[in-house]
Each structure stands twice: as C-alpha cells, then as structure tokens.
C-alpha cells in the first residue's frame, strides 16, 4: 500500500450528501441488510438522545469526480433510502417544499446544471433510480437481480417500522388535522436526525489503496466474506479500462446470477470453497481466501484467471445445487436424478468431486457412463449411511472428497478417470457399517398424514425400488400416489410404515380406494410384472407382522439390488 498521507475527518450526513458524489465500486458486495439491521438503525436513530449519533468509519477514494465507497455502502445506501421514503410521506401530505429540501440530498446538479444522483450503483441500477430515488413516480420496474431484491425489501420495511412508529405515538382522540401536523412534525424530525448521523470520513486516492485498507478491516475483525474478498482481489489485479463498458464487472455479475437463479440460491462462500477443493488439496472454508491470494500473488493463477474459472465453474455448481432447473440433454436423465437425490438426503460434501466430475466430463477426460456411475455411487453411499441411517459426518468424509476430487481433476485421459473411480467406489464401500440398515430402513421410513417429515424420502425411495427393480416401467413421482395397504385413517401406528406403502399410478390407486385387503389384493395381483409388490401378495391376511415382514424383504432388495456401490 502506498504511503501517502490521508486525512480522517468527522463529517455530517449532511454534509457528505450535500457536497459529494458517490459510488459503490464493482467489487463491494450487494445491497444485504435484513429486516433486523434496518431495524436497528432506525432503532439507534430516533431513540437517541440528541441528535449527531455516530455510526462508525466511511472509507473512500477518489473515483474521477465521484468517491467509490470501500466501507460504509450498506450504510448509505440505506439512509438514501429512508431520505426518499420521508420525501415521498411529505410529498402524499402535500409539504412539497420539505419533499422537495429532502431530494436535493438525493439528486444534485453541477456546475453545467445537470442532474446527477448522489449515490450511484451499478448492479441496483435503474432499478434504484426509477422506483425510489426519483422524484417523479412513474412504472416500477421489478427486480432483477440479489441487490434490487434486498433494496425492495428494505424499502418495504423502512416505510412499515415508519408507520408503526408513527402510530405508536398518535394520540386516540386527536383531530385529522392534528395528526397530520404531527406526522409532518414526526417526519421533520427523523430528517433532521439522519442528515445529522457523524461518521469518521477516510479518503484514498487510489484503488490499491483502497483494496489494501479492504483487506486490512477484514485482518481486524471487519465482517467480509470469502466472495467479498475474493471480489476485491479479482478487480485489484483488473482495473476497468473504459467507464462505460466494464466486461469484467459483467462477467462478475453473472457470476453472482448464475450462482442465485440457476443455482437456485447457491451459496457464494460454499461455491468458491468447493470450487477451491475441486481442484486444490483440502483446506478449511476459513483459510480459502488465503490459499487462492497466495496463488495469485505467487503468479499460479492470474486475476482474469480467477475470474473465468468461477464463473465457468458456477455454471456446473449450478447443476449441482438445482439440477431441476438445469437443461439436461435425455441420456443425463441418471446424472440429474442422483443429483436430485443428494438435495433430498442433505448432504453437501460430495460437491467439489461432483464439481471435478462435471468439469472432467465437460473437458472429455470422463465419460458420460463414468460419469453415470460415479454418481451412482455417491447416491447409493449417502442413501445408506446419511438418508436412512443417519450416520453423523465426520470431517474425514469432506477430506476424502477433496482427495479424489483432486485426483479426478489431475487425471488426464478416460483410463486415468476410470482408476480414480474405482479407488472411489472402494473407499465409499469400506465406510459403509456391515450392520443397522434394515432397522434404520424399518424406522425411520414412515408416511402419513400425521408423520410427513420424511415425506420427500420415502417418496424417494418408492420411486428408486421402482425404477431399479422395474426398470421397464419407471413411475414418475408427478403421475404416481402411495397406497397405504391398511388404510392410514384406521390410527393404527404400524399404517405409516414402509412395508405398508406401494407406490402406484394415480389411476390404479383410485381403484383400490377403500377397499379391503382381499379385494385390493386382487386387483395388484394383476400388476405384479409393472410394480413393486414383494412381500405383499404372499400373505392372506394383512397384519402388523406382515407389514415388518414386508419391510425387512424391501430393505434387503434395497442393498442387494438397487443402492449398490
């Protein structure tokens, strides 16, 4: 960091939207404060004392005839936002001169007369201007994007805490006219209080100071995460060349969209940590900037580099945390399946393998049947061990995926990959326990209306027997209902359990409705070749016993023909 002197000064709210523009820079995080920090804020600002609470450091440095904020966006952000929500109460009061005072520390003019809006954002964009910091209220544009999402929110809740302020302080008897002098007086002074917040105003001059004063709050406690300081590290090594035209910036905020739309809220500190892993020896989550700065700085990865890998490898992190939402070619059907499975049963350690399989099958150093088994197994091993058994995680399991992980991602051709693959499947076979699956099996997979918290798992593991023991007549979930044999309305306890439920077409389920066991029997008896009725159509009468005895067979041919590794 340069040596060059700057000067820290107490400065007014006020006087910083008066007399500065501002701008948050590509790499500070989206607009993120909840409904408990907007809360707070307004909590520390009207209970207060007097007025000229502070509300801590503002770090900045000079952006062309703008100041880019490296600490302090949240903040003001989030006081321009109650700024244009009193001006837009003063404007419905018809107190235009007061609405009008307030939106001068909203949108300012220059010298040349022009308008220019105090604070600028690139990702709220538009969206901040045209529905909250302009005067003139027109079609509101719906949000796009993490920041425009949170802006709404805190909009939403500033106004709904305002009113409920303002309600808890009118009086029951009060005149029209009396409350509005007093909503208009109330309003006046929430004003007066945030134009008068003092916080301690650091100016750089420099970009790279500004990164490296980041990275210094960070070191001192101040609360980045690792996609904030990653973010910052990325832009430090590439500056924007052309003020209108930032690909990198672009390229960044798909990242952070690819990560919340197709990845159906991914979590970005979760991705770069599995990212890392994918391809590097095992780290903690905390240690992960470090390792990544290290290579940069050491020159084994460059800042463009860093770049494209995450945002090529958010696209396959994606498909991992919804592959629902991803478009899948037909013969992937068995890949988007295990995947899917994997968010039923929970389980997120998998991921940097699963990462480093997809990039080795996307790079053509793994086949589409490795691939398939691969899967297979890691499906099979989670079933078991996490789904059903409810077998803790150790870190030992997170480690041995980063192991093979980096192995699948430094073999060079389908036969290295093959050898991997085998060493995998050996190890997930050797931490899988020789005894307690049926019991597990036996208690935990229960369904009724009374116990549907393993709704989504036994459907799962309907669904599975189905399609690995009659594999010529797969039922999808969506065309399909669970017959419950003894029906669940009889209260019985033993209703709910797994030897009692056959997953069926909806069709076929209407027939059996309520009908008796013999009269249900006869009509399954005719559907044995599509469905799976093993251990049901052996007994004459349906008892508790029989139920066990049915549950004991389906958990054999769960290990022996369907969950194999």
């Known amino acids: 960091m340069s040596n060059a002197p700057f000067q820290p000064q107490l400065r007014s709210i006020r006087d910083i939207l008066k007399t500065t523009l501002l701008d948050v820079p590509r790499y500070q995080r989206p607009y993120s404060w909840t409904p408990e920090n907007v809360q707070e804020f307004l909590d520390d600002l009207i209970d207060a004392k007097s007025e000229g609470y502070f509300i801590g450091p503002m770090v900045v440095y000079k952006a062309g005839f703008r100041y880019a904020i490296v600490d302090g966006q949240q903040r003001l952000t989030t006081i321009t936002l109650l700024l244009s929500v009193l001006r837009d109460y003063l404007n419905?009061?018809?107190e235009t001169d007061r609405a009008d005072g307030i939106h001068n520390f909203i949108e300012t003019k220059d010298e040349e007369n022009r308008k220019h809006y105090v604070l600028q954002s690139g990702a709220a964009g538009g969206h901040l201007y045209d529905n909250y910091l302009s005067a003139v209220r027109g079609e509101r544009k719906v949000a796009t994007n993490e920041d425009q999402r949170n802006i709404d929110a805190a909009v939403k809740d500033l106004r709904s805490q305002l009113e409920s302020k303002l309600e808890d302080r009118r009086v029951g008897d009060a005149t029209e006219d009396q409350i509005r002098d007093h909503?208009?007086?109330y309003l006046s002074d929430v004003r007066a209080r945030v134009l008068s917040l003092n916080v301690i105003w650091i100016p750089l001059e420099s970009e790279q100071q500004a990164y490296a004063i980041f990275e210094t709050l960070n070191s001192r406690g101040k609360d980045?995460?690792?996609?904030?300081?990653?973010?910052?590290?990325v832009f430090s090594g590439l500056p924007a060349e052309n003020a209108d035209h930032?690909?990198?910036?672009?390229?960044w905020r798909e990242l952070r969209r690819v990560l919340e739309e197709d990845g159906k809220r991914a979590v970005p500190n979760m991705f770069i940590h599995h990212w890392w892993l994918s391809w590097a020896p095992f780290v903690a989550e905390r240690r992960v900037f470090g390792k990544i700065s290290d290579h940069v700085k050491a020159e084994k990865l460059s800042h463009s580099d860093l770049l494209t890998a995450l945002?090529?490898?958010?696209?396959?992190?994606?498909?991992?945390t919804n592959?629902?939402?991803?478009?899948?070619?037909?013969?992937?059907?068995?890949?988007?399946?295990?995947?899917?499975a994997l968010l039923v049963f929970g389980v997120r350690q998998p991921r940097p393998l699963l990462l480093a399989a997809l990039r080795a099958h996307s790079e053509d150093r793994l086949s589409l049947k490795q691939l398939t088994k691969l899967?297979?197994?890691v499906e099979s091993f989670h079933y078991i061990t996490t789904a059903v058994m409810r077998l803790s995680s150790s870190g030992g399991v997170s480690k041995m995926y980063a192991t093979f992980a980096h192995r699948l991602t430094e073999a060079d051709n389908k036969d290295d990959a093959g050898q991997v693959l085998t060493d995998i499947r050996s190890a997930l076979k050797d931490r899988i326990p020789e005894d307690g699956f049926e019991p597990a099996f036996l208690e935990r997979l229960r369904y009724s209306k009374a116990e549907a918290d393993q709704k989504d798992l036994v459907f799962y593991t309907l669904g599975r027997l189905q399609r690995g023991l009659r594999p010529k007549h797969p039922l999808e979930r969506g065309s399909c209902n669970v017959e419950h044999i003894h029906p669940q309305s009889s209260g019985t306890?033993?209703?709910?359990?797994?030897?009692?439920?056959?997953w069926l077409p909806k069709s076929l389920n209407d027939e059996l409705g309520d009908k008796s066991f013999k009269a249900k029997k006869a009509i399954l008896e005719k559907h044995v070749d599509q469905l799976v009725l093993d251990g049901a159509m052996e007994s004459e009468e349906w008892s508790e016993d029989a139920v066990i005895q049915r549950g004991r067979i389906l958990a054999q041919l769960a290990v022996e023909k369907v969950w194999l590794l």
């Open 92 to 94: 419905d009061l018809g």
């Open 183 to 185: 909503t208009i007086a």
């Open 224 to 233: 980045l995460d690792t996609v904030d300081l990653v973010k910052n590290l």
């Open 246 to 251: 930032d690909p990198h910036a672009e390229d």
């Open 311 to 320: 945002l090529n490898n958010a696209r396959l992190y994606a498909k991992i």
């Open 323 to 340: 592959p629902a939402g991803a478009k899948w070619d037909r013969e992937f059907n068995p890949v988007k399946e295990a995947l899917e």
């Open 375 to 377: 899967l297979a197994a």
């Open 493 to 502: 306890e033993w209703a709910s359990q797994i030897g009692n439920l056959v």
